[in-house]
């Protein structure tokens, strides 16, 4: 059977991903002034570019000052930007955003983000609109959890991958067992030890289909779920064929009536609850070991300051975020003399920064999410990242006690 590709990304960059297309979401142009660009990797630069010029000298014709001088503005923005990362688009693209979002009348307020998509971007496209076009990425944006289901009795199995809502059947085989017929002069004896026998390596037949199939992905596999009628899925687990990492991901048995691919979708049906539970406990756990090491061991971290510290210093094991610190990394550019500066806010706060070296206005190049920065910091010292809701009381605590920043430290 032919695999489908996998892709590798992690909850958190796929919650901060989904994260950021909401806010850009929110965004209305009053005109037409909202500039989507989609670069894929490998893009011819001066076709860019040139497009980019083309349609700044385009734009003097728009009708309405406001509009005209906010698509200019954006346009000078974004040129600025491209220039800036001397058009080092990473391996799977680049969408820039950027318009004013200002909310008053005659006010503009022109911002430019950026978005590196989690998968691929296969579309290249310049877009002017009210809104921001987000339909590119919002197709990555879908929940790609997986798990994998085995759906088994004495005589059929079936093994399926789950991702987020859809499923694909991987495996699927029946046994012999039921059809062996007791040969004549072919004592009891000698007959229970056949179908024994037979019965076995139909159980060794599905272990290593298991394997075959769901090894190739345990980094991705959130979890695994036996189901079946009668008590036939509890045996094949006690006979422990299974490769030692998945049996560490079997999140428990769910009885169903049927062994096909009706099975699978009872299994998937009957453990919507079962996976809730999961992601709830694997929530729990890793809070509760931060407040451990915070108070045990000493092998943790928390607040703002301390916690940046202790990534640069490469100390960090799993940097824990609250989806609730809503900040905003500002980076700044002196047009004159080309000083950078990166200045924390709070979402939405407006900031207007003077050049610590030549005095000149900065110039605000980018927004980033403040997750997304800490996350990069991360990723650069091999650091895994956890973003934690406020839905358990675990979670809440982390975010009112803790305010919602720490981390699990390799070493003090
Ligand atoms: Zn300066």
């Not at 009053?30 to 980019?52: A, H, K």
């Not at 994998?148 to 789950?162: C, H, P, Q, R, W």
């Not at 996350?375 to 895994?384: D, N, R, S, Y």
């Amino acid at each position: 059977m032919k695999r489908k590709i996998i892709e590798e990304i992690s909850d958190a960059e796929l919650n901060l991903f989904n994260k950021k297309l909401r806010k850009l979401k929110s965004f209305k142009g009053s005109g037409t002034e909202l500039i989507s660009l989609y670069i894929p990797y490998g893009t011819d630069r001066s076709s860019v570019m040139s497009q980019l010029i083309n349609e700044r000298s385009q734009s003097s014709n728009i009708k309405d000052p406001n509009t005209r001088k906010n698509v200019q503005g954006a346009l000078k923005k974004i040129i600025n930007l491209l220039k800036q990362i001397d058009f080092n688009i990473p391996k799977n693209g680049l969408a820039i955003f950027c318009g004013n979002i200002s909310k008053q009348e005659g006010k503009s307020n022109i911002k430019l983000f950026t978005v590196v998509p989690i998968k691929r971007l296969e579309t290249k496209l310049y877009w002017c609109d009210s809104e921001f076009n987000l339909e590119p990425l919002e197709e990555m944006g879908k929940p790609t959890e997986i798990y994998g289901i085995l759906v088994m009795d004495k005589n059929e199995a079936t093994i399926a991958l789950l991702k987020g809502k859809k499923y694909e059947i991987v495996g699927k085989f029946r046994s012999n067992v039921a059809g062996k017929i007791r040969a004549g002069g072919q004592s009891a004896k000698r007959f229970e030890h056949l179908r024994e026998e037979a019965e076995y390596n139909f159980y060794k037949k599905i272990a290593e289909a298991m394997n075959k199939a769901l090894v190739p992905y345990i980094d991705k596999i959130k979890g695994i779920i036996i189901a079946g009628p009668g008590m036939t899925k509890e045996t094949f687990l006690e006979k422990e064929l299974l490769d030692y990492r998945l049996k560490e991901k079997i999140l428990g048995t769910v009885s169903t009536a049927y062994t096909d691919e009706y099975g699978v979708k009872e299994t998937i049906e009957r453990s919507k609850d079962l996976l809730k539970h999961t992601e709830i406990i694997r929530e729990k756990e890793i809070v509760n070991e931060f407040m451990k090491h915070v108070i045990k061991t000493g092998l943790a971290t928390y607040g703002e300051k301390e916690t940046i510290e202790a990534l640069e210093l490469g100390k960090v094991a799993v940097l824990l975020l609250s989806e609730k610190l809503n900040k905003t990394a500002n980076y700044f550019e002196c047009p004159h003399c080309g000083h950078k500066e990166t200045v924390i806010t709070n979402e939405n706060e407006e900031v207007q920064l003077n050049c610590k070296k030549c005095g000149s206005a900065m110039e605000l190049v980018e927004e980033k999410d403040y997750i997304e920065l800490l996350m990069e910091k991360a990723k650069v010292v091999g650091a895994q990242t956890r973003i934690i809701s406020t839905e358990t009381e675990e979670g809440e605590k982390f975010w009112k006690i803790f305010g919602g920043i720490g981390a699990i430290l390799r070493f003090k």
